[in-house]
């Protein structure tokens, strides 16, 4: 489970930070803060990983309707309105997207030993409890210097006077400004720079975002992108301050000097400090930032950056943990039910239930526990008839059928309804190395291998079927899925559907 939610948090975390990215750039051209832009990503990615678990899990009394009419409709007529296009523009996005995070969660499920997940989820406290005490060392050593450091007026403004250290804000509850002495030998107009820009950092709270922003890395230290968003938030508290400085009055040009010759000095406190130069890689960014002219459509790119930017943090937000949960809750009831309401089968006396082979009751299979249960078989009566009939077969049966012969011709079920050779040759048995994406349209996301007549395919298709047209939906629960197809998904169970042979097209 850890290698599982450690995979899908770094997947999300990139997927956030890029949509941060083109964020960033839209509040850029129109001229808004982008502060609020990367604090808000580090954010939203501690929190898809916090809640990931949760939000991967079907509850037990809840199995998932893979019968759903929204899955079996056919498709609507007439045109779609911008909104009907927008969504279905989402829809793919969202399928491009889960595509390669189903591979990587199905590489972490399959290649990370469960004996490791206790080693792997100690290593994560263990790094996690590193960061904690070298962030609070360096907190606590910047107090303890900012209290041995005397305080003085400089232009009305109260700071305290480092060796060497700054011009930076230090400080959380109470936040101070810190100049070094070398500053006062500097020009009045250099220090009344220096002392506007280290104001704003006071008047925003700035330190205190930047010590929010170092405890969100401490609980997913691990994750590149999460240090890469740090970074970005820090450049971004700069940048805003510059251009609330030059909103003030300031000469661009003044300004931009004095920040290059401020960096040849560099300030000795850096983490989670605003300070007034931070870095030759951020100096040239700010340089430029403060000399670009705006595009003459700036809004409007803005505008199209912020929309993508949107739709991604949309997927990433909807994209839960995949879990083999889906299908292992399936029940004969809840299959029963699902099947009835797609117009599968008619829930009346006809309606038959074979359990391993030999006829049950009603009662009998109902009284199957999805812990039991191995593969359920829901097939359509024949034209006219009535009923339909309901195969399931039990872990025990499911298990011992597949150490002896693992085709599916061989079983009780498919012999009674005459399953075309097309689905039992070896080349329909889940192909390896192809992965399904989760089903963008299901509104319970199945999310393991989909078959249509032995063939892999998305879950989405079922939207281009004609209910009419289908024979068969078997599902395939736990090892007897995962015996009988080497696709990685199957350990996340198999829905097979199988079409009429008459069907047209065929």
Not at 194 to 219: I, K
Not at 295 to 315: E, I, R, S, T, W
Not at 394 to 421: F, H, N, Q
């Amino acid at each position: 489970m850890i290698a599982t939610w450690a995979a899908y948090a770094a997947l999300m975390g990139c997927l956030v930070a890029a949509a941060a990215c083109a964020l960033d750039a839209a509040c850029r051209l129109v001229a808004l803060p982008g502060r609020w832009v990367w604090s808000g990503a580090l954010v939203l990615t501690v929190a898809l990983t916090a809640l990931a678990p949760y939000r991967g899990t079907t509850p037990t009394s809840q199995a998932p309707d893979v019968f759903a009419p929204h899955a079996l409709a056919t498709q609507a007529t007439g045109d779609a309105g911008s909104v009907e296009r927008l969504i279905t523009t989402f829809r793919h996005l969202r399928g491009a997207i889960a595509k390669p995070i189903v591979r990587v969660i199905a590489a972490a499920q399959h290649t990370v030993p469960a004996s490791l997940e206790h080693a792997l989820a100690l290593l994560w406290l263990a790094v996690s409890t590193v960061t904690a005490v070298i962030f609070a060392a360096a907190y606590a050593r910047m107090h303890r210097a900012r209290r041995s450091w005397p305080r003085t007026e400089l232009h009305g403004i109260r700071v305290r006077l480092a060796p060497a250290s700054g011009p930076a804000v230090v400080g959380l509850a109470t936040p101070e400004i810190v100049i070094p002495r070398w500053l006062l030998r500097c020009e009045l107009d250099a220090q009344r720079l220096v002392l506007a820009h280290e104001q704003e950092h006071l008047r925003s709270r700035d330190p205190l975002l930047l010590a929010l922003g170092c405890g969100l890395v401490v609980l997913i230290p691990w994750h590149p992108a999460v240090w890469w968003m740090m970074a970005r938030l820090r450049l971004a508290v700069e940048l805003d301050c510059d251009a609330r400085v030059l909103r003030l009055g300031a000469a661009t040009r003044s300004y931009g000097l004095l920040l290059i010759e401020m960096a040849g000095r560099g300030p000795a406190l850096r983490l989670g400090v605003p300070a007034l130069v931070d870095g030759s890689t951020h100096l040239q960014r700010r340089l430029v930032a403060m000399t670009s002219h705006r595009p003459q459509f700036a809004h409007a790119y803005g505008g199209a950056l912020a929309v993508g930017a949107f739709m991604v943090l949309l997927v990433a937000c909807d994209t839960p943990l995949p879990t083999a949960a889906d299908v292992s809750n399936m029940d004969v009831a809840s299959a029963e039910a699902a099947a009835t309401r797609a117009q599968m089968i008619h829930h009346d006396s006809s309606l038959v239930f074979m359990i391993d082979g030999a006829r049950a009751s009603a009662e009998q299979a109902h009284a199957l526990g999805p812990d039991q249960i191995a593969r359920i078989s829901v097939v359509k009566p024949g034209a006219g008839g009535l009923g339909g009939k309901i195969f399931i077969t039990t872990r025990k049966a499911g298990d011992a059928a597949a150490r002896m012969v693992p085709s599916v011709d061989d079983s009780a079920a498919a012999r009674e309804i005459g399953l075309t050779r097309r689905a039992s040759e070896p080349g329909s048995r889940g192909r390896p190395g192809l992965l399904v994406r989760p089903s963008t349209d299901s509104p319970k996301r199945f999310r393991g291998l989909f078959l249509i007549d032995g063939a892999a395919a998305d879950p989405s298709a079922l939207s281009t079927l004609d209910p009419a047209t289908i024979e068969k939906i078997e599902v395939i629960k736990g090892p007897a899925a995962t015996q009988r197809y080497t696709d990685p998904r199957a350990a996340n169970g198999v829905i097979s559907v199988t079409i009429r042979a008459h069907s047209p097209g065929r």
